[in-house]
């Protein structure tokens, strides 16, 4: 194969940020993808309708002249929420999911939620009136091993959550693990249009690296994410769910930008920026099973089936034709290191329209 044309897709797990780091961020992830779930943890979080209303107009305002990328924008979930609010944000039509961020689990999540118990009646609301729950998987305990903490929040919690609210649709987001994949694909059962209630979005740095990428030769800064990278055998059991076919996974990068001080430092951030080259790097991955021909579906079809979205007009090609990943790109009044830096990528972006 030498070119592949996919529907246009959609990133249904991205980190925009705000302000001059938005504005460098947004450009790359609007030449790949026609919509974006945009992630609402900013400083401080986006927990109010009006929070949201803002954030998506100076999301549009900074978009490149001509760019048609829709942003949906999500709410940040705390012990508040109330189903007032769930209310409210369904009737807008512009919020689409609510994140939960058990509190201290990673960026910007002090205002998280404490116990889940506290959001029974937002949760309750939102399987009401169909509004998507977004969940970060990782249990906070500092007891657990931080390599466990996303199979201890499905046992601990999310098999209990979902028996609890078994019309609620959950996403299990950036899942890293054999566990997650096997919960997702045995506890989600499809609808007659062959939609799932639960599902979960893969990442590309979780299908192409596992945990050895943190310290090949030393310690790599760039490879460090939440949830961290696993070992081999989730990383083939990740592939296996991307490649299968199967309605319940689906694309999110997770791009999550951070300047490279804030990376090459004593404490650095936990995030990958993906959305200057998500595609290739998906592409590279899906090559790895040789199922590029299945990649429409996981990036452009079963994220937009599941969140109850029309499939996207147009198309994105990309072609075989080896290029060099920038060293650095630009990032408010610094840079920033995109995955495989300084690398050879196989696939290319070729067009859009
Ligand atoms: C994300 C960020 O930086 O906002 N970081 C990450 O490692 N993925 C937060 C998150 O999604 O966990
Ligand atoms: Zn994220």
Not at 173 to 196: K, M
């Amino acid at each position: 194969m030498q070119t592949l044309t996919l529907t246009r897709p959609d990133d249904f797990h991205l980190h925009l940020r705000d302000g001059a780091a938005m504005r460098d961020a947004l450009p790359w992830s609007a030449r790949q993808f026609a919509r974006a779930i945009i992630m609402p943890n900013l400083k401080p979080p986006v927990v109010r309708l009006q929070q949201a209303l803002d954030y998506r107009d100076r999301i549009l305002a900074a978009l490149p002249a001509g760019s048609d990328f829709t942003p949906l924008m999500t709410l940040y979930l705390t012990d508040d929420t109330t189903p007032e609010m769930v209310e409210e944000a369904r009737t807008s039509g512009v919020v689409h999911a609510f994140k939960l961020y058990p509190a201290g689990a990673t960026t910007n999540s002090d205002s998280g939620v404490t116990e889940l118990k506290r959001i029974y009646p937002a949760l309750e609301a939102m399987q009401r009136v169909g509004m998507p729950l977004l969940i970060h998987g990782e249990v906070t305990d500092p007891d657990v091993d931080v390599f466990d903490r996303e199979a201890v929040f499905i046992d601990r919690h999310l098999v209990a959550l979902h028996r609890a609210f078994p019309e609620l649709k959950i996403v299990l987001e950036h899942i890293t693990t054999a566990h997650a994949a096997a919960y997702v694909r045995e506890a989600s059962e499809l609808d007659a249009q062959g939609v799932p209630r639960l599902a979960a979005t893969i990442t590309a740095h979780h299908l192409l690296h596992n945990r050895n990428a943190m310290f090949r030769g030393g310690l790599r800064p760039h490879y460090y994410c939440l949830p961290v990278l696993k070992r081999e055998t989730h990383r083939q059991a990740l592939l296996d769910a991307a490649t299968s076919g199967d309605p319940r996974f689906f694309l999110g990068t997770d791009s999550a930008p951070h300047a490279r001080n804030t990376k090459e430092t004593a404490c650095g951030c936990a995030g990958c920026f993906t959305a200057a080259n998500a595609l290739e790097l998906y592409c590279a991955a899906f090559e790895q099973r040789d199922a590029l021909q299945r990649l429409d579906d996981f990036a452009s079809r079963f994220g937009a089936a599941f969140y109850g979205l029309p499939r996207n007009s147009g198309t994105l090609t990309l072609e075989r034709s080896a290029w060099d990943v920038p060293a650095m790109l630009p990032y408010a009044d610094a840079e920033i290191v995109p995955l495989h830096a300084g690398e050879v990528m196989e696939w290319r972006l070729a067009a859009a329209g």
